[in-house]
């Protein structure tokens, strides 16, 4: 994006969201950690999103987030149920090829592993 989109974004915000996105779950900061970070904690924020404290980020906003999640578990555990289902011969030739794109063994498909 270009950089006068982020002209009126805090530093602190900018921080936050690139701790956020971080692709590595291990590297990536937990909601935790977030919430300690310096643009939750300043109450003088213009920002109707900044000090979780003071109220200003609402309980449903936290609801939604949380239901996010638990889509992705539902999503997730729905495709393990098809998996299941498939014939053995189906099942073996999708892992194979699972297992030649993980080049790196983790058990993740990282983007990198998909462009190539």
Do not use: M
């Amino acid at each position: 994006l270009p950089r006068a989109t982020f002209a009126n974004v805090s530093r602190e915000a900018i921080d936050l969201c690139q701790r956020l996105l971080e692709k590595d779950p291990r590297r990536r900061v937990s909601a935790v950690q977030a919430l300690r970070q310096p643009w939750f904690q300043d109450a003088s924020k213009p920002s109707p999103y900044g000090n979780h404290e003071s109220g200003a980020v609402s309980e449903r906003t936290f609801q939604l987030l949380r239901r996010y999640n638990a889509s992705h578990k539902v999503r997730r555990a729905a495709l393990c149920i098809i998996a299941s289902d498939l014939p053995e011969a189906q099942f073996r030739n999708a892992r194979d090829t699972f297992h030649a794109l993980d080049r790196d063994g983790d058990g993740l498909l990282s983007p990198e592993e998909l462009k190539d």
